[in-house]
Protein backbone atom coordinates (compact mmCIF):
# COMPACT_ATOMS: atom_id res chain seq x y z
CA UNK A 1 0.00 0.00 0.00
CA UNK A 2 1.40 3.40 -1.24
CA UNK A 3 0.93 5.91 1.72
CA UNK A 4 -0.19 9.36 0.40
CA UNK A 5 2.64 12.05 0.42
CA UNK A 6 0.98 14.76 2.56
CA UNK A 7 0.32 17.86 0.82
CA UNK A 8 2.65 21.04 1.36
CA UNK A 9 0.15 23.82 2.78
CA UNK A 10 0.40 27.57 3.53
CA UNK A 11 0.84 26.65 6.91
CA UNK A 12 3.50 24.79 6.47
CA UNK A 13 5.13 27.77 5.11
CA UNK A 14 4.31 29.93 7.83
CA UNK A 15 6.20 27.39 10.52
CA UNK A 16 9.23 27.01 8.51
CA UNK A 17 9.00 30.53 7.95
CA UNK A 18 8.73 31.25 11.50
CA UNK A 19 11.08 28.84 12.69
CA UNK A 20 13.62 29.48 10.08
CA UNK A 21 13.70 33.26 12.10
CA UNK A 22 13.80 31.96 14.95
CA UNK A 23 16.62 30.06 14.52
CA UNK A 24 18.86 32.88 12.78
CA UNK A 25 17.54 35.25 15.28
CA UNK A 26 18.85 32.96 18.60
CA UNK A 27 22.21 32.21 16.09
CA UNK A 28 23.51 35.79 15.54
CA UNK A 29 24.35 36.47 19.08
CA UNK A 30 26.44 33.12 18.55
CA UNK A 31 27.86 33.72 15.59
CA UNK A 32 28.76 37.80 16.55
CA UNK A 33 30.76 36.36 19.25
CA UNK A 34 32.80 33.52 17.77
CA UNK A 35 34.05 36.21 14.78
CA UNK A 36 34.96 38.53 17.51
CA UNK A 37 36.67 35.91 19.62
CA UNK A 38 38.63 34.90 16.46
CA UNK A 39 39.04 38.33 14.97
CA UNK A 40 41.95 41.14 15.39
CA UNK A 41 41.61 42.94 18.62
CA UNK A 42 42.33 46.34 16.84
CA UNK A 43 39.26 45.81 14.57
CA UNK A 44 37.24 44.12 17.25
CA UNK A 45 37.55 47.22 18.88
CA UNK A 46 36.74 49.65 16.37
CA UNK A 47 33.50 47.52 15.83
CA UNK A 48 34.45 46.70 11.88
CA UNK A 49 33.40 43.06 12.72
CA UNK A 50 30.09 41.20 12.39
CA UNK A 51 29.12 37.55 11.66
CA UNK A 52 32.54 36.72 9.88
CA UNK A 53 36.04 36.81 11.42
CA UNK A 54 38.55 39.87 10.22
CA UNK A 55 41.86 39.33 10.86
CA UNK A 56 41.55 36.03 12.14
CA UNK A 57 43.92 34.90 14.57
CA UNK A 58 43.93 32.53 17.45
CA UNK A 59 45.72 35.21 20.06
CA UNK A 60 42.67 36.04 21.89
CA UNK A 61 41.57 32.47 22.73
CA UNK A 62 45.41 31.64 23.50
CA UNK A 63 45.38 35.35 25.44
CA UNK A 64 42.66 33.40 27.84
CA UNK A 65 45.21 30.58 28.92
CA UNK A 66 48.12 32.67 29.57
CA UNK A 67 45.75 35.21 32.24
CA UNK A 68 46.30 33.37 35.49
CA UNK A 69 43.21 34.99 36.74
CA UNK A 70 40.73 33.43 33.81
CA UNK A 71 42.62 29.89 34.22
CA UNK A 72 42.29 30.24 38.01
CA UNK A 73 38.31 30.68 37.63
CA UNK A 74 37.74 28.02 35.19
CA UNK A 75 39.66 25.60 37.56
CA UNK A 76 36.89 26.92 40.32
CA UNK A 77 33.82 26.49 37.60
CA UNK A 78 35.07 22.94 36.95
CA UNK A 79 35.19 22.12 40.40
CA UNK A 80 31.78 23.69 41.59
CA UNK A 81 29.99 22.46 38.70
CA UNK A 82 31.42 18.80 39.28
CA UNK A 83 30.84 18.63 42.92
CA UNK A 84 27.77 20.94 43.30
CA UNK A 85 26.05 18.54 40.49
CA UNK A 86 27.12 15.38 42.16
CA UNK A 87 25.47 16.95 45.58
CA UNK A 88 22.45 17.95 44.49
CA UNK A 89 21.82 14.80 42.42
CA UNK A 90 22.35 13.23 45.47
CA UNK A 91 19.91 15.36 47.64
CA UNK A 92 17.60 16.00 45.58
CA UNK A 93 17.14 12.14 44.32
CA UNK A 94 17.16 11.21 48.50
CA UNK A 95 14.44 13.74 48.91
CA UNK A 96 12.18 13.16 46.09
CA UNK A 97 12.37 9.10 46.58
CA UNK A 98 10.80 8.86 49.36
CA UNK A 99 7.49 10.88 48.90
CA UNK A 100 6.88 7.85 45.91
CA UNK A 101 6.72 5.36 48.38
CA UNK A 102 3.50 4.60 49.80
CA UNK A 103 4.52 3.40 53.81
CA UNK A 104 6.07 6.75 54.58
CA UNK A 105 4.35 8.40 56.84
CA UNK A 106 5.09 11.72 56.76
CA UNK A 107 4.58 12.08 53.03
CA UNK A 108 1.59 15.09 53.34
CA UNK A 109 3.45 16.97 55.90
CA UNK A 110 7.27 16.92 54.02
CA UNK A 111 4.84 17.90 50.39
CA UNK A 112 3.81 21.05 52.04
CA UNK A 113 7.21 21.80 53.51
CA UNK A 114 8.78 21.97 50.28
CA UNK A 115 5.83 23.72 48.34
CA UNK A 116 5.39 26.57 50.95
CA UNK A 117 8.99 27.54 49.85
CA UNK A 118 8.58 27.86 46.44
CA UNK A 119 5.67 31.02 47.33
CA UNK A 120 7.57 31.92 50.28
CA UNK A 121 11.24 32.74 50.91
CA UNK A 122 13.39 33.85 53.73
CA UNK A 123 14.93 36.21 51.33
CA UNK A 124 18.55 37.32 50.40
CA UNK A 125 19.81 38.83 54.17
CA UNK A 126 18.53 35.80 56.21
CA UNK A 127 20.37 33.55 53.48
CA UNK A 128 23.32 35.83 53.94
CA UNK A 129 22.96 35.41 58.01
CA UNK A 130 22.35 31.39 58.05
CA UNK A 131 25.82 31.25 55.36
CA UNK A 132 27.71 33.56 58.03
CA UNK A 133 26.17 31.53 61.08
CA UNK A 134 27.96 28.30 59.48
CA UNK A 135 31.34 29.72 58.72
CA UNK A 136 30.84 29.38 55.05
CA UNK A 137 31.63 32.68 53.79
CA UNK A 138 34.68 33.35 51.68
CA UNK A 139 34.64 29.11 51.44
CA UNK A 140 34.14 27.49 48.37
CA UNK A 141 31.09 25.68 50.15
CA UNK A 142 29.04 29.08 50.51
CA UNK A 143 29.02 28.99 46.20
CA UNK A 144 27.92 25.00 46.39
CA UNK A 145 25.70 24.67 49.45
CA UNK A 146 23.12 27.69 48.97
CA UNK A 147 20.43 26.42 46.45
CA UNK A 148 22.02 23.22 46.07
CA UNK A 149 18.38 21.61 46.01
CA UNK A 150 16.16 22.45 43.87
CA UNK A 151 12.22 22.40 44.93
CA UNK A 152 10.81 22.63 41.80
CA UNK A 153 13.53 19.97 40.68
CA UNK A 154 12.41 17.58 43.66
CA UNK A 155 9.08 17.66 42.24
CA UNK A 156 9.91 16.80 38.79
CA UNK A 157 11.74 13.49 40.28
CA UNK A 158 9.16 12.76 42.22
CA UNK A 159 6.22 12.88 39.19
CA UNK A 160 8.97 11.15 36.89
CA UNK A 161 9.47 8.00 39.44
CA UNK A 162 5.74 7.50 40.01
CA UNK A 163 4.33 7.48 36.79
CA UNK A 164 7.24 5.52 35.42
CA UNK A 165 8.31 3.11 37.39
CA UNK A 166 5.70 0.81 38.21
CA UNK A 167 5.31 0.56 42.46
CA UNK A 168 4.63 -2.99 42.51
CA UNK A 169 8.42 -3.38 41.65
CA UNK A 170 9.66 -2.30 44.67
CA UNK A 171 7.00 -4.09 46.31
CA UNK A 172 8.34 -7.47 44.75
CA UNK A 173 11.62 -6.45 45.24
CA UNK A 174 10.85 -5.96 48.95
CA UNK A 175 9.24 -9.39 49.21
CA UNK A 176 12.52 -10.99 48.08
CA UNK A 177 14.48 -9.24 50.92
CA UNK A 178 15.39 -5.68 49.48
CA UNK A 179 15.77 -2.94 51.79
CA UNK A 180 14.78 0.98 50.74
CA UNK A 181 18.01 1.55 49.50
CA UNK A 182 18.59 -1.61 47.68
CA UNK A 183 15.62 -0.85 46.20
CA UNK A 184 16.55 2.73 45.31
CA UNK A 185 19.78 1.90 44.01
CA UNK A 186 18.67 -1.54 41.97
CA UNK A 187 15.45 -0.71 40.93
CA UNK A 188 14.55 3.15 40.69
CA UNK A 189 18.31 4.34 39.90
CA UNK A 190 18.56 2.29 36.66
CA UNK A 191 14.67 2.86 35.49
CA UNK A 192 14.87 6.98 36.08
CA UNK A 193 17.84 7.33 33.54
CA UNK A 194 16.09 10.13 31.49
CA UNK A 195 15.42 12.68 34.63
CA UNK A 196 19.20 11.48 36.19
CA UNK A 197 20.34 12.50 32.96
CA UNK A 198 18.02 15.99 32.73
CA UNK A 199 18.60 16.23 36.58
CA UNK A 200 22.72 16.26 35.83
CA UNK A 201 21.94 18.38 32.78
CA UNK A 202 19.95 21.26 34.86
CA UNK A 203 22.43 21.07 37.64
CA UNK A 204 25.68 21.53 35.28
CA UNK A 205 24.29 23.98 33.79
CA UNK A 206 23.06 25.66 36.67
CA UNK A 207 26.35 25.83 38.56
CA UNK A 208 28.63 26.88 35.94
CA UNK A 209 26.51 29.82 34.76
CA UNK A 210 26.54 30.66 38.31
CA UNK A 211 28.32 33.94 39.59
CA UNK A 212 25.63 35.33 42.07
CA UNK A 213 26.49 33.47 45.00
CA UNK A 214 29.76 34.28 44.76
CA UNK A 215 29.40 37.78 44.68
CA UNK A 216 27.20 38.02 47.85
CA UNK A 217 29.43 35.19 49.92
CA UNK A 218 33.02 35.57 48.58
CA UNK A 219 35.51 38.57 48.28
CA UNK A 220 38.49 36.66 48.03
CA UNK A 221 39.25 36.86 44.26
CA UNK A 222 40.77 32.89 44.52
CA UNK A 223 37.64 31.03 44.80
CA UNK A 224 35.65 33.43 42.05
CA UNK A 225 34.43 31.43 39.25
CA UNK A 226 35.11 32.05 35.21
CA UNK A 227 31.69 33.86 35.33
CA UNK A 228 32.31 36.14 38.41
CA UNK A 229 35.73 36.83 36.34
CA UNK A 230 34.01 37.70 33.44
CA UNK A 231 31.13 40.01 35.24
CA UNK A 232 34.26 41.72 36.79
CA UNK A 233 36.33 42.11 33.44
CA UNK A 234 32.70 43.40 31.68
CA UNK A 235 32.06 46.15 34.60
CA UNK A 236 35.60 47.46 34.93
CA UNK A 237 35.73 48.06 31.48
CA UNK A 238 32.11 49.79 31.26
CA UNK A 239 33.95 52.05 33.89
CA UNK A 240 37.35 52.81 32.94
CA UNK A 241 37.90 56.17 31.63
CA UNK A 242 42.07 55.55 32.02
CA UNK A 243 43.72 52.69 30.65
CA UNK A 244 46.37 52.88 27.54
CA UNK A 245 44.83 52.02 24.19
CA UNK A 246 47.17 49.38 23.86
CA UNK A 247 45.04 47.40 27.21
CA UNK A 248 41.99 48.18 26.25
CA UNK A 249 42.02 47.01 22.48
CA UNK A 250 43.49 43.93 24.27
CA UNK A 251 40.83 43.81 26.83
CA UNK A 252 38.23 43.94 23.80
CA UNK A 253 39.14 40.79 22.04
CA UNK A 254 39.89 39.02 25.54
CA UNK A 255 36.30 39.65 26.46
CA UNK A 256 34.72 37.67 23.80
CA UNK A 257 37.36 35.30 23.55
CA UNK A 258 36.47 34.74 27.30
CA UNK A 259 32.86 34.65 26.21
CA UNK A 260 33.30 31.81 24.25
CA UNK A 261 35.33 29.56 26.19
CA UNK A 262 32.98 29.70 29.15
CA UNK A 263 29.95 28.68 26.98
CA UNK A 264 31.96 26.20 24.44
CA UNK A 265 31.25 23.43 27.23
CA UNK A 266 27.60 23.45 27.53
CA UNK A 267 27.36 23.47 23.96
CA UNK A 268 29.42 21.04 23.59
CA UNK A 269 27.56 19.01 26.41
CA UNK A 270 23.73 19.64 25.42
CA UNK A 271 23.99 17.42 22.28
CA UNK A 272 24.60 14.10 24.26
CA UNK A 273 21.92 15.20 26.63
CA UNK A 274 19.16 16.16 24.22
CA UNK A 275 17.14 12.82 23.45
CA UNK A 276 16.73 12.78 27.57
CA UNK A 277 15.97 16.37 27.30
CA UNK A 278 12.83 15.74 25.04
CA UNK A 279 11.79 12.91 27.35
CA UNK A 280 11.60 15.35 30.27
CA UNK A 281 9.69 18.06 29.19
CA UNK A 282 6.96 16.20 28.66
CA UNK A 283 6.81 14.71 32.47
CA UNK A 284 3.83 15.94 34.30
CA UNK A 285 1.92 15.88 31.29
CA UNK A 286 -1.62 14.97 31.22
CA UNK A 287 -2.45 11.10 30.59
CA UNK A 288 -5.74 9.63 29.10
Known sequence: MVMEQKKFTSYDAVV???????????????????????????????????????????????EVFRTKKLVLGLKNTLIYTVLGTAIQLVLQFCLAYPLTRHDFKGKTFVNLF?????????????????????????????IIIPGCIGLYNVIIIRTYISSSVPYELTEAATVDGCNV???????????????????????????????????????????????RVLQRMLIADAGSTV??????????????????????????????????????????????
Do not use: H, R
Open 243 to 288: GTLESMIKTEGLKYAVILVSSLPLLVLYPFFQKYFEKGVMIGGIKG
Open 114 to 142: IAFPMFVSGGMIPTYMVVKELNMLNTMWA
Open 16 to 62: YVLAGSMTILFLMPLLYIIANAFSDPELVYSGKVGIIPKGFTFENIL
Open 181 to 227: LQCFAKIILPLSKPIVCIMTLYGIVGYWNSYFNSLLYTTDEKLWPMQ
